[in-house]
């Protein structure tokens, strides 16, 4: 079993930043498929960035690409998502899930383990 816990999310103005990380209850991260995904209300779960076990492969789709990191620390067995130049569609709660099996690493139902998620809130 592998819980999840995020943090870093908050209120901020647009184009500000914010720093999302998920910290896990296993020493073993590292061989976890790692992603994030939000839901704002009324909408279904979106996709935000993956990164794979090794840290050398990362996904995230064009509309954060350029905006979003995903990083991993094996030794703090953390997961960060760097957030910059926000916006207010970028409103929403943020889940980390983790996976050993994800094969695209996208699709929110490759997860078995997930965060209760975190608040993130952009000011217009």
């Known amino acids: 079993q592998v819980e999840l816990v995020e943090s870093g999310g908050g209120l901020v103005q647009a184009g500000g930043s914010l720093r999302l990380s998920c910290a896990a209850s296993?020493?073993?991260?590292?061989?976890?498929?790692v992603a994030w995904f939000r839901q704002a209300p009324g909408k279904e779960r979106d996709f935000v960035a993956a990164?794979?076990?090794?840290?050398?492969?990362?996904y995230s789709p064009d509309s954060v690409k350029a905006r979003f990191t995903i990083s991993r620390d094996a030794a703090k067995s953390t997961v960060d998502l760097q957030m910059n130049n926000l916006a207010p569609e970028d409103t929403a709660i943020y889940y980390c899930?983790?996976?050993?099996?994800?094969?695209?690493?996208?699709?929110?139902?490759?997860?078995?383990?997930w965060g209760q998620g975190t608040q993130v809130t952009v000011s217009s």
């Open positions: 899930a983790a996976d050993r099996r994800a094969i695209t690493l996208t699709r929110w139902n490759e997860y078995r383990y």
């Open positions: 990164i794979g076990r090794s840290g050398d492969i990362t």
């Open positions: 296993v020493l073993t991260f590292s061989t976890y498929n």
